[in-house]
Structure formats: structure tokens, C-alpha cells
């Protein structure tokens, strides 16, 4: 896993004031959750697949917050969730033509899950950091509403695209390899 999930966990943790002690278990919690991506990928009916992979964003986010003492429920998670996925959508172009070829039975569910494994692995961790770091930008303006979370979220997604993309590419190869 790439070395930037540990840093920004580590960064979430310390900005949440918790110190180093759940890093680790964040970082488990995001390959779990790229696992079960990659799962989820291989679901044979398109569009169920999508919903089931923008399920598990909110569930991570959840569980995220559970890990750094974050408050807010799972249906506020949902807003950016489903925001941070519609935003990394671009990395997931291939998904939709792989999504579509799962409706032919067999070879075309076992190329549609093929083919979308490495990318939504890979942008399910790019949210991942998108989330993590913008609770750190969150954490440092006093941790306020819902709300305000999601601007933070806005914002670093706003003004870090080519290091979101780097994360995403560099996922995808480490997937691969």
C-alpha cells in the first residue's frame, strides 16, 4: 500500500489528537476495504456492482471515523461519500464499459470483473486519502459540522488532483504487480 495512506492517517490520528496509536488500524481498514472493492467488482450484474462499491466508501468513511473518534453517523457519510466517488468517476471510465459487458453471461462478467479490479482497488483508496485528508484540514479548523467536513473534502479534492491521480496510478500498479 502506497506510503501516503500512512501518512495521512498518521496525520488524521495526530490533527484528532489520538497520537499513532489507530494508524495502523486505519491502514487496515482501508486494504479491507480495497478488497472488498475489488470483490464487488466481480458482482455480474452492472450497476449493482457500482452501487455496491459507492456502499462501500461510506462504509469505510464510517468506520474511519469510528477508529478517530468522529461522531457523525453513517448517513451524513453517505453525501460525501457518494460526492468523493462521483469526483474520482474519471478513474473509473473503464468500469462503465465493464459494468456493461457483465450482462453478457459468463466471458462477459468475467472480463467486466477483470478489467474493473485494479481500478476501483486503486480508487477506493485514493478516497481513502481524499477522506483522510481532508479530517486532518477538518481537525485543524476545530472540527466543526458535517458540513464543514465536506467543504474540506471539496477543497482537497479541488487542489490536489495530480496527487490523487498519482495515488490512484501508483494503486493500480502496486495491484497489478
Known amino acids: 500500500m502506497n ?30 476495504h480495497a478488497g472488498i472493492a475489488v470483490g464487488a467488482a466481480w458482482i455480474p450484474i452492472g450497476g ?14 464510517v468506520r474511519i471515523n469510528k477508529l478517530l473518534g468522529i ?10 461519500g457518494s460526492a468523493v466517488m462521483a469526483n ?15 450482462w453478457i453471461p459468463g466471458i462477459g462478467t468475467i472480463t467486466g470483473g477483470a478489467l474493473m479490479s485494479a481500478a476501483v482497488f486503486a480508487t477506493t483508496v485514493g478516497a481513502a486519502w481524499v477522506y483522510l485528508m481532508a479530517i486532518s484540514n477538518w481537525a485543524n479548523g476545530g472540527s466543526g459540522s458535517v458540513a464543514s467536513l465536506k467543504l474540506c473534502v471539496e477543497d482537497i479534492m479541488a487542489n490536489n488532483k495530480s496527487e490523487i491521480n498519482d495515488i490512484i496510478n501508483c494503486e493500480k500498479a502496486n495491484y497489478r504487480a
Not at 501518512?7 to 490533527?15: M, V
Not at 457500482?50 to 456502499?55: E, H, N, P, R
Not at 474520482?88 to 457483465?102: D, E, H, Q
Open 71 to 80: 461522531p457523525f453517523s453513517e448517513n451524513m457519510m453517505k453525501s460525501i
Open 48 to 61: 449493482l456492482d457500482l452501487a455496491a462499491l459507492t456502499g462501500n466508501v461510506w462504509t469505510m468513511y
Open 3 to 32: 506510503s501516503k495512506i500512512y501518512n495521512a492517517a498518521a496525520l488524521a490520528s495526530s490533527k484528532m489528537g489520538l497520537g499513532s496509536a489507530p494508524v495502523e488500524d486505519i491502514v487496515k481498514c482501508v486494504k479491507l
Open 88 to 102: 474520482l468517476a474519471s478513474n473509473l471510465a473503464m468500469t462503465g464499459f465493464a459494468a456493461a459487458i457483465k
